[in-house]
């Protein structure tokens, strides 16, 4: 430090701590200078996080540029006005590049080892040169604003990859919410160039059926040993699957886990399957051992292969898109309902009315219908 500096930085003896000697003394090796004034900015660099430009972020996103890639999936799940404007046109602007993954949702009990497997399956395709993004999405973290799936997400041998790219559950707001946000960042990974997106959910609520609604191949991950009542899951989500996988078929597992499978091809062929034309195999894997990874990957690329000629793919994305649009008017509507002042003035009495037994809902909703034509 210059001798000019030196000066400068002299304190008044009434801000040194009692330890500090009365004058600078070259023995005592601590210097004591003025702490940083945090409002006094002048002739201080103050560094501010670069914004970038719309187009910069298409371009950047089209390059396959992770920091413009994440920026731009910011905005997405921003709710703020203003970033979701830009996010907006982000999206109008990427639209043409869109469409070309594979997209793939994974969903089970929780601690199935969804995580565990999606590594697996992501290291085998960036070893054949494919690029994977894994998004997850988790219901909890639109009810408790944290994520149960948490640092397990992390799949740390996978983000340690150049070609893998993993987003974690934006955090706040309806599963609703989450699950837009989701579909836009899946569109956003497809124009950044990911051959594959994954994306993992718990299967106990409605977030399988909202990823059953977003992904082209649906997989349900399952432990060995009981039936879809003791594993905690609805039965429903068995009739939405393209594929089950009984994980953890490895050790004194495996036994149980092919068991299972038997179990499951003998109810599942009882059932109606969702994607007509194809029958639901049932596999066992163990995702820790990487056993049946690539017999997985294959059976996702017959898949494929059959339903990519037939046109069903495409049609069955562009039914996606009408669902997606049916569910953003729902909520526009539901927010347009809230917001009328009129509205907002009689719901509490009619609520009052309903609960005291005074008022029948049909009651109630004439009344809504009057104020909302009149
Ligand atoms: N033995 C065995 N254990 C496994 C296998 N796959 C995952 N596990 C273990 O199961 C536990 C849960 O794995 P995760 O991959 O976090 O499971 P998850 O389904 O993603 O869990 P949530 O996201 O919390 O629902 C971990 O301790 C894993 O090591 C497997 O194939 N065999
Ligand atoms: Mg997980």
Redesign the pocket.
Known sequence: MSAKKDSKSKLNSSKKPDWAPERDNPAFAVKIVDGVNKLDTTNKKVFKKREYSIEELVTGILANNRTLLSKAITFVESNSLLHREKADVILDKIMPYTGKSIRLGIS?I????????IEAVGLYLIKKGYKVAVLTVDPSSSISKGS??GD?TRMEELSKENNAFIRPSPSGGSLGGVTKKTRETMLICEAAGFDYIIV?T?GVGQSEITVRSMVDFFAL?LIPGGGDELQGIKKGIVEICDAVLI??A??N?KQKALMSAGQYRNSLHFLQPYTTGWEVPVLTV????NDGIEEFLEMVANFYDKFQKSGFIEKSRKKQNIEWLDNLILELLLDIFHQNERIKLQMQSLRTGIESGKMLPNKALKIIKEILTS
């Open positions: 089970g929780p601690g199935a080892g969804k995580s565990t497997l149960i799936l397990k993992e718990v991950v994980n953890k490895d050790g597992l163990s995702a820790l051992e």
